[in-house]
Structures are given as C-alpha cells and as structure tokens.
C-alpha cells in the first residue's frame, strides 16, 4: 500500500455530532484511483489547481486497474489511413445508439484526441505504424475503424502511468478511505465535503468516521458493480453510486447496462480472440461430470454453431436484436439456459474443437461462412485446435490466464454470463457537473451512453469527462472550502444518522442472529440477477423493488459489525441497497410505460424463457430452427432518457423523461470569434 502523503497544515480536528473526527481540507476531493480519478487529479494540477487530494478506498482496487479482454479498446477518432473521418460524424456513432445527448456525443468526440494523445505522450504503449499513424480497427457498433489496444490491460496500463503522473506531481492520496456520505448544503443543494471511514484508524468511539471538506468533489468511483452477484466487475470494486444518489445527484439510463459471457474464476470478459478461435463450449453437473457439448442444440447446423461463436468475438455485449436463427447472442441464452435454469455448471476448452465441427487436424473450414474462415485464414491461424489458434492470433490473451493460476493448456475455463458495464449511471451536463452543484460524476459512474455504444468508447470517457470536470474547477470553482462552522453545520445531520448506523452495526456484533454483512450482500446481489440483469421478467421486477425496500428497513436489525472490514462491508451493502432500489425502479418504471427488449437485456412477457432455478422455459428444437422470439423496443424510446431521483427517506423514486438533446449545429465556429471569446474566459462555462 502506498505511504499515506495528506499534508499536515491541511489537518485538523472538529467536534461535530458530538464527536471529534479528524477533517482534511482542500479545493477538490478526487474521489477514485482509476483512469477517470488520476486523470482528474493531474489535469486539475497542470491547469494551476494545485489544492487537490486523491480519496481512495484501495489504490490497487477498482475496474481500471483489474480488468479488460483480448485486447481491451480504446475508441476515439481516426488517426491513420486514407478513410475520412472527422468529430461530428464520430458525434453521430455515438448519438446514434439511441437515448444519449447529442451535445455530449459532440464532446466525447472532440476530446478523444487530445485524451488519446496524452495517455501516448505519458508512456502508454498504444501501437503506431513507421509512419507515426496510429492504426485501428473495427469494433462492435462501429462504422469506421477507430479502435485501438494496447493489448489485454489497456485500462491497467492507463491507470498505471496517470498514477505515476499524479505520484510526480506530488498530488496526496488518502489510502483506504472508503467513502459513506456526501455532505450538502444550501438551495438548490451543493456538496461540500464527505465523510468516510478510515479503516486504519477504526476504533470503538468513532468508528473510523473522517471528514473531508472540500469546494468540489470529482467523483470517479467505477460503476454499480456490486449490486450483481454474476459479475465480470473485480471482486475488490464493489459500489459507491447510492451515497450519491441519496445526497441528490440524479440517474439516468439506469435500466441500460451490457452482459457478456466472462471467466468466474478469474472475472474476465471472454470476447474476442477468445471467441474467434472457436472454442467448446462444455455443460456439466454441479460436481463436474456428465460433461456434454450443448451448443449444438440450439442451432439447425453445426455450421451456424461455429460462425455464431466466431461472431461473439466482434459482437460480445448479449443484444436481443441478435435472437433471430443462427444468431450470436444464442450463444449467450444457451449458456444463461445451462446455468441459471438447469442449475449446470458452463466451460469453454481451449484443448479440443467442437466434436461437430472439427477433430484433432482442426475445423471443419467448409462448415465456416466467409467471414470466419477469411478471418482466421489471413491471421495464419486454421490451426488444429482453438488453443493453437489462440497462441498464434493472440499469445497474450493465454498468458493472461496463466498469470492468474489458469492454463488453458491443461483445463477448462468455467464461465457465466455476466454485468459487465453500465451505460447509465449519475446525469451531468457537457461539464460533467452534476444537478448536485459542485459535484462532477467522472467515468463509468456518469450516466454518459445510452443503449448501444462502440466498444471502448468507455475508456475515452474516462479522459473526456475528467478533463472536462478540471478544466471547469480550474476556471469556475476556485473559492475556498466552506468555514469550519458552515462545514459543522452542514455535516451535523448527515454524521449523527452515520454514527448512529455505525454503532448499531457495532451493537448488533454481539447477538448470535446478527448476520455478517458479506452473507447478506449474497442475498441483495441475487435478487438483481433474477430480476434486472439480461433477464427481466416483467412480474418480477416490481417484487424485487419492494422487496429491495424491506432491506433497507431491515438491515440496521439484521447486520453485525465486529470490526473495520465488517464495519466497511455492512455500509458498502447499504450503497448496493440504495443503488438497487434505484436501478430496479427505474427498470420497473421503463416496462411500465411499454419498455420492450433492447440494448443488452431481455424484457420477458410472452418469450417463455424462465429466469429461475426451474428447467423447461426454453424450446430448444424451436430456437434451433427458428431463434427465439423477442419483443423488440424498435427505437420507440431512443429519443428520450429517464432521469431519475431517490427520495432515501421515503424509499421511492420520481422519473423525469426527457427528450434527448440533438447534436449542437449552427453555433460558432468561426476561428477569431473563437478565439476571442477563448482568451476572455467565455468558452469554460
């Protein structure tokens, strides 16, 4: 763990609610260690803020740092060839995925150059041709060819040399803070601190509880990870979006996020080359045995068995538009069939070639279409089995596995289909400042995409929307933090219900029916899978709201915390409470008004596919010969966006839909008016 570096003048110790808790005091609290918090940090640095500090539950924890793919993307605009390209038509890929703000589209595109090119100029190795071009290819949803890797931890390698960047420039990180509450004050309400729980110096009268108080928060705390139980999130990330919620900043798009088939094992998303090789897919018993391939049931021919495999590899997110005959996202509803409603355990081997479609010389290449066979063909990689393949086309993909305990050379790879990413999350405007003043959602935790979205577009956000959030501090929001009896006066209500929480938790540590917060999250985490993951049964949905409710009324009498990582756990399950409630309110909100399936889940009413532990929902004779019919929503709801608002006390929600804002035209581009209004400070704001 790295050295605690606060600095000593901006310490102090304030008695609030009747405690005395330490309190930090800066311009801006970063919120998060990932490519969005450390990019915000030193941006906010370079451009003169030099009163920042890092807050992070865990340095070494969080999304960016502990996942990716085959080649995890990084989408911006085209830097290389002869195909033309420019910022509103990649605007237009972006705002044409339906329900996503035109003028957000138009700043994503604008700034992905200059993100791409900083993270290039700190050291991270994205590949370039002789000629300096930094060449890149088609990716899901994606008309150009403006997706770039650098290999399977793109977004660790990110993170690694922002961190460095903020490390040379000296900036503080608080490490192992994990963040409770957001402080507010005013109206309309502004944040103007935090309050965390300092696991190193937890004890039995202030539980650990510290204060920061601050003029902006950059909130850069990862997506709603912890709220699913089949999840390719890392296992250290878990959930931070309902503190933000309850303290007032609005939702949107909650109902869209992507599920994929991913490694349980070691949490990794299986698209790719990981799919392009063709692997077999294998069903087992809960122990392991009765081992059979069963993808061949759920296509007329072999042949579309294999093409549908190869083709998860571009078209990985579940997306129902792809349920017709022979189609992709099959794959994903045979493996959802064997696990969840067979109660069956799911393997990809890498060792040998589905019996139909190959044998030990390798596949069957008649069987192939022609974009699977040239594919592999011009990759020198119609090899004898799917490992071989991979070994050829991409020897880091296999390396990855080893490097974490597993060797696709000696056993099968368990997998699920899995929550991968949220396209929802917190609203904010083009600053990415929030309805909650003062408050800017940076990363996967802003709501910045709507239902579909080019694969690695996410990662461009990280660097747009936290060096748009810097450059709006640096210029607008440079007053001092609240006095120390504003910030008391603030926090006083806020910290009492805490402190009261906390030691309730404490209390309960003692009686013998008080369940330790983990075994509860298992519960909590179910409930979403059944009801608001890629499956949502339209009668489930309302149920697991309410049910989602007596939890949070509940969970004061039912929790026991005997330590600091109790302590940590049972408030980090009161946020995936909050968030669920929000989430699947606003699922329930969207089917209520007529929402049908889209993006990447399966509204069910009258498909007859049973998300329960029950078998028989499916025909499986009938998807083969005529795929599996879905109620698609057609578009009828992409040109608006649902913003939503979490009333904490009451346990309700409110919806607000919204027509989506067009992609700005007509305005000002003409240089010296530009400029002029550039120099005067007009443009900022």
């Keep these: 763990m790295p050295v605690r570096t606060d600095r000593e003048d901006e310490r102090g110790t304030m008695r609030i609610a009747g405690l005395d808790l330490p309190v930090h005091t800066f311009n801006t609290v970063v919120v998060g260690t990932g490519c969005a918090g450390y990019n915000a940090a030193d941006t906010l640095v370079s451009l003169g803020q030099e009163d920042v500090a890092v807050v992070t539950e865990g340095v070494n924890m969080g999304t960016s740092r502990n996942t990716g793919s085959d080649k995890q993307t990084y989408y911006k605009l085209t830097l290389a060839g002869s195909e033309p390209d420019s910022v509103h038509s990649m605007a237009e890929t972006l705002f044409s995925g339906g329900s996503m703000h035109g003028d957000i589209a138009l700043v994503e595109a ?188 759920y296509f007329e021919t072999t042949g579309g068995m294999l093409n549908a495999t190869f083709l998860k590899g571009y078209q990985w997110p579940f997306d129902p538009r792809k349920l017709g005959k022979g189609g992709s996202s099959i794959v994903d509803i045979a493996v959802f069939t064997e696990t969840r409603v067979k109660g069956r355990r799911v393997f990809l081997d890498f060792r040998v070639n589905p019996s139909r479609g190959g044998d030990e010389n390798g596949l069957h290449t008649e069987l192939l279409n022609d974009v699977a066979r040239d594919y592999l063909e011009k990759s020198h990689a119609l090899l004898d089995t799917p490992l071989h393949r991979l070994l050829k086309m991409n020897p880091l993909a296999y390396k990855l596995y080893l490097d974490n305990g597993i060797d696709l050379k000696s056993e099968r790879l368990e997998i699920d289909v899995c929550a991968q990413h949220n396209n929802g999350g917190l609203a904010a405007n083009i600053w990415w400042e929030s309805d909650l003043q003062h408050f800017f959602p940076v990363g996967e935790v802003n709501g910045t995409f709507g239902v579909y979205r080019p ?167 009938e998807c083969a010969q005529q795929g599996i019919p879905v109620e698609l929503d057609d578009g009828a709801f992409s040109d608006r966006v649902c913003e939503v608002t979490l009333d904490a006390e009451a346990m309700r929600c409110s919806f607000e839909w919204k027509a989506v804002r067009p992609i700005p035209a007509n305005y000002d581009d003409w240089f010296e008016n530009v400029y002029n209004a550039f120099i005067r400070g007009e443009v900022v704001g």
């Design 110 to 297: 604008a700034m992905s150059a200059r993100g791409f090119y900083k993270l290039v100029n700190l050291g991270v190795p994205f590949p370039h041709n002789a000629f300096g071009e930094y060449v890149g290819y088609k990716t899901d949803h994606d008309p150009r060819q403006r997706a770039t890797s650098c290999g399977p931890l793109t977004s660790r390698l990110m993170t690694e040399h922002l961190q460095k960047s903020v490390e040379q420039k000296g900036i503080p990180v608080f490490d192992g803070f994990r963040v409770v509450g957001i402080l507010t004050e005013g109206n309309p309400k502004r944040a103007v601190g935090l309050v965390a729980i300092d696991a190193a110096n937890f004890d039995e009268t202030t539980f650990g509880l510290t204060v920061f108080n601050c003029t902006n928060i950059v909130y850069a705390v990862g997506g709603p990870s912890g709220i699913y139980r089949s999840s390719v999130y890392p296992q250290s990330q878990t959930c931070a979006t309902g503190v933000a919620l309850e303290a007032g900043a609005k939702g949107v798009n909650l109902t869209e996020s992507q599920y994929g088939i991913a490694s349980t094992k070691f949490r990794w998303n299986l698209s790719g080359t990981y799919q392009q090789v063709i692997p077999t897919y294998i069903s087992t018993d809960k122990d392991g045995g009765d081992a059979r391939e069963f993808l061949d049931d």
């Design 455 to 621: 694969g690695g577009s996410a990662l461009n956000s990280t660097q747009t929307g936290s060096t748009r959030a810097a450059q709006y501090i640096a210029a607008k929001y440079r007053e001092e933090p609240p006095t120390p009896d504003a910030l008391a006066q603030a926090a006083e209500p806020a910290l009492r219900k805490l402190f009261a929480l906390a030691k309730t938790f404490r209390e309960n540590a003692a009686r013998s029916d008080a369940a330790d917060p983990r075994v509860l999250r298992e519960r909590y985490q179910r409930r979403m899978d059944e009801a608001g993951a890629m499956i949502r049964p339209a009668h489930l949905v309302g149920k697991a709201v309410d049910d989602c409710r007596r939890d949070l009324e509940t969970m004061a009498r039912e929790t026991g915390a005997a330590d600091a990582r109790q302590m940590t756990d049972a408030f980090i399950n009161r946020d995936i409470l909050l968030t669920q409630l929000a989430y699947l309110s606003a699922i329930d909100e969207y089917i209520r008004k007529g929402g049908k399936s889209r993006g990447s889940y399966l509204v069910r009413g009258a498909e007859g596919l049973d998300s329960g532990a029950s078998a028989g929902g499916l025909d499986v004779s």
